[in-house]
């Protein structure tokens, strides 16, 4: 069969009315085919003409129903939101950021037309850290009727506060209170965090070193202080309670210049990893002598090594070591954006726990979306079963409201560079 | 046994890092009977000089032996001037006043020069690097000590020898001697003492900055609080040992190590401290001068 001419209004045309033209060329099976075929294109663009018309119809109906739903949301009731925590007082720095971080997520929030076409409004009170005025903040809020809150800021004055919120269906969320019962007492399931509570980094470590390094027997040695030896403990509690043992728990003498008794003592005690709670100074030197001694085990530390400084002092000594610090946030763009953001509008740097109140915001009015209504018990769940990009990453909330996804990581340091362990 | 042997050595090298500063200490409080509390800082200086001028000679590409050598000698005269100046402005004025005023007035130095170093260099630990050799036939104990310990150890029996001979046996040592004595009566008989104490003060810093290079060596890390605590430590050693006997600063340091490894290794090293103090208060009591310390007759 040969190829029939290219354009098929033409062949239709020409079949149609049996062109003699064609009748040289084509036999008169052939012509019968095309004419069927003509036919074909034919009712096909006829369907394609009407489907056009229905399109347009559509996309009619939709534009009047947006016009018609923009207009609905003008006299539609705002969404309140409370931002509680210290916005005077000496606390005031690690409470105002959070309610700069609340106005510029609810702006963007605003300007791309609110949530289900509900403008989001913030209610903003102080509790300057103080738990009886953080009481008195919660029942403020709840009588202004607010769907939830953000707050509050230091973890006294949010467990005063928390009970009268969970008493009226109030989802909470706090960028900054880190106590561990808050969460893993189950009291509040009204209650979530952007922060890991305080022991995060004691039970990351312990899983760490348990699961991935496989280590059976350690000895953990602090450096006397508040931050190290509050770390090891907690090491040392979650690794006996996971069947580890703790050959060694001693504190050493922070800036002495020598610790090869201690080190030996270690070597003595034959274990297959030491966990350091204190600082980069003495891990530095820690990690020396030991490696000097021939000594090749897993050396596991906390944020307080989690520092450039460390690796310039221990320099080759360092390769290899692990420590555990907040997770890297500062290549994801909205982190970015958010703090551009926030120097555009307030000309300064953010404060403290300004990214974990930019996430908690945006992972609230996501959730609130995300539910279609300010039901409690749907926010709820969308908070616990949703993942959302914030500033924090890409986040969602465990069972007891403690964030998933953001917190501390495990970082190794990896050719002179600490490198996030995934 | 081979634990305790480990235990052993890490104290002697322990010990041999406090004598290396006590001898410092040992030698001022001798002559004039001043604590200097500023020694710790001078280490601490010396160090840091030797960083300095370590880092821009190995910048110019020099053999590692010509900057140890080099950087050594320039922390030594850097320090040594130091030492002259500090006791030229802060001791020598109050010389005959009360002890205390000179006591208080080395504390005052002390916190200066931490603060001088604090703002005038970094309060950032800085690394250390070593420059010192690495013994190859150690490497096969290098469970129980090495080149550097090894160093320190050398070191300081040698300055420790040499201080001594300098004391007992040179014209230089003799005018110490008569000026520990009685400084009004060796004034008398012609020694000129005001360049008798600078010359102790030029020794002992030279001592510290000995002392700052190889330790900083060995710790790997320099900051300018590393003099408090090191001072602090040397001078219970010295103390211990009989305070002014050179000998008595070497043996009261080892018995220091000694006692901090052996507490570390058999009990817990979170009494490290305590132990350093229990050994310093037995000692004391049972010999209040310090173990080679002699006892001053009151004249009355």
Same mark, same amino acid.
């Given at each position: 069969m040969r190829q029939p001419p290219v354009f098929d209004e033409i062949i239709y045309e020409a079949m149609r009315t049996l062109d003699m033209k064609y009748q040289?060329?084509?036999?008169?099976?052939?012509?019968?085919?095309?004419?069927?075929?003509?036919?074909?294109?034919?009712?096909?663009?006829?369907?394609?003409?009407?489907?056009?018309?229905?399109?347009?119809?559509?996309?009619?109906?939709?534009?009047?129903?947006?016009?018609?739903?923009?207009?609905?949301?003008?006299?539609?009731?705002?969404?309140?939101?409370?931002?509680?925590?210290?916005?005077?007082?000496?606390?005031?720095?690690?409470?105002?950021?959070?309610?700069?971080a609340a106005k510029l997520v609810v702006k963007d929030f605003n300007d791309?037309?609110?949530?289900?076409?509900?403008?989001?409004?913030?209610?903003?009170?102080?509790?300057?850290?103080?738990?009886e005025l953080a009481t008195n903040v919660a029942a403020k809020l709840v009588s202004s009727k607010v769907v939830a809150v953000i707050g509050h800021i230091c973890s006294g004055a949010t467990k005063a506060a928390l009970g009268i919120y969970k008493d009226s269906k109030i989802v909470t969320i706090s960028p900054s209170a880190t106590n561990?019962?808050?969460?893993?007492?189950?009291?509040?399931?009204?209650?979530?965090?952007?922060?890991?509570?305080?022991?995060?980094?004691?039970?990351?470590?312990?899983?760490?070193l348990i699961k991935t390094l496989k280590l059976k027997k350690i000895a953990v040695l602090h450096d006397k202080g508040d931050y190290g030896k509050g770390f090891a403990e907690l090491v040392k509690q979650y690794a006996e309670e996971d069947g580890i043992q703790v050959a060694l728990f001693e504190g050493i003498s922070p800036g002495a210049p020598d610790y090869s008794a201690v080190i030996n003592k270690i070597s003595n005690a034959k274990v297959d990893g030491v966990v350091w709670g204190g600082y980069h100074p003495e891990a530095s030197k820690l990690v020396q002598q030991m490696k000097d001694k021939g000594m090749n085990i897993s050396f596991i530390s906390d944020d307080g090594i989690k520092d450039d400084t460390f690796i310039e002092v221990a320099g080759k000594y360092s390769e290899g070591v692990y420590a555990t610090g907040p997770t890297d946030t500062s290549t994801n763009p909205l982190a970015i954006k958010a703090i551009a953001d926030h120097k555009k509008e307030f000309g300064a740097e953010p404060g403290a726990f300004f990214l974990n109140a930019y996430g908690a915001t945006q992972a609230l009015l996501n959730a609130i979306a995300k539910a279609g209504s300010t039901d409690y018990n749907k926010i709820v769940a969308a908070l616990q079963s949703e993942y959302v990009d914030t500033a924090l990453g890409n986040i969602s909330f465990d069972k007891r409201g403690d964030i998933i996804g953001f917190g501390f990581s495990v970082f190794q340091v990896q050719n002179g560079k600490y490198v996030e362990l995934k | 046994m081979e634990y305790f042997l480990k235990l052993f050595l890490s104290g002697t090298a322990k010990g041999s890092i406090y004598a290396l500063i006590a001898l410092g200490y040992t030698m001022v409080y001798g002559i004039i009977q001043l604590i200097n509390f500023a020694h710790g800082e001078i280490y601490m200086i010396g160090g840091f000089t030797a960083l300095i001028f370590g880092g821009f000679f190995f910048s110019k590409g020099m053999p590692v032996g010509f900057v140890l050598l080099f950087s050594v000698l320039l922390s030594i005269i850097y320090a040594a001037a130091f030492g002259y100046t500090i006791e030229k402005i802060a001791y020598r004025p109050l010389r005959?006043?009360?002890?205390?005023?000179?006591?208080? *007035?080395?504390? @005052?130095?002390?916190?200066?020069?931490?603060? $001088?170093?604090l703002l005038a260099q970094t309060e950032k630990f800085l690394p250390f690097p070593s420059y010192l050799p690495e013994f190859k036939w150690l490497q096969p104990y290098k469970e129980y000590i090495n080149s550097t310990q090894l160093i320190i150890l050398g070191v300081t029996a040698v300055i420790m020898v040499l201080l001594t001979f300098l004391i007992k046996f040179t014209r230089?040592?003799?005018?110490?001697?008569?000026?520990?004595?009685?400084?009004?009566?060796?004034?008398?008989?012609?020694?000129?003492?005001?360049?008798?104490?600078?010359?102790?003060?030029?020794?002992?810093?030279?001592?510290?900055?000995?002392?700052?290079?190889?330790?900083? *060596?060995?710790? @790997?890390?320099?900051?300018?609080?590393?003099? $408090?605590?090191?001072?602090?430590?040397?001078f219970v050693a010295a103390v211990l040992g009989g305070i002014g006997s050179i000998p008595g600063a070497v043996l009261g340091s080892f018995v220091l190590g000694w006692t901090e490894s052996l507490g570390t290794g058999y009990i817990s090293s979170d009494y490290e401290d305590a132990f350093a103090f229990i050994i310093l208060i037995v000692i004391l009591l049972i010999k209040p001068e310090g173990i080679l310390g002699r006892t001053r007759r009151q004249k009355v």
């Open positions: 040289d060329i084509y036999s008169s099976q052939e012509l019968a085919s095309f004419i069927i075929y003509a036919h074909i294109l034919h009712m096909r663009k006829e369907e394609y003409k009407m489907k056009r018309r229905n399109m347009v119809l559509a996309v009619f109906a939709m534009v009047s129903l947006l016009v018609l739903s923009g207009t609905q949301s003008v006299f539609a009731a705002p969404i309140k939101i409370g931002v509680a925590g210290a916005h005077t007082g000496d606390l005031a720095s690690y409470g105002l950021p959070t309610v700069n791309k037309g609110g949530i289900n076409g509900q403008k989001v409004e913030l209610v903003i009170e102080d509790d300057q850290c103080k738990p561990p019962p808050l969460t893993q007492s189950g009291e509040y399931p009204n209650f979530f965090r952007t922060i890991a509570s305080d022991d995060a980094q004691a039970k990351l470590a312990t899983n760490f | 005959g006043k009360p002890r205390l005023s000179a006591l208080i *007035s080395a504390i @005052g130095v002390s916190m200066v020069l931490q603060n $001088f170093v230089m040592g003799k005018a110490m001697r008569a000026t520990a004595q009685d400084m009004h009566m060796a004034q008398l008989v012609g020694v000129d003492i005001n360049q008798v104490i600078s010359m102790t003060f030029i020794i002992g810093s030279a001592l510290a900055a000995i002392g700052g290079v190889l330790i900083c *060596s060995y710790m @790997g890390q320099i900051n300018y609080y590393i003099g $408090f605590i090191a001072g602090i430590k040397a």
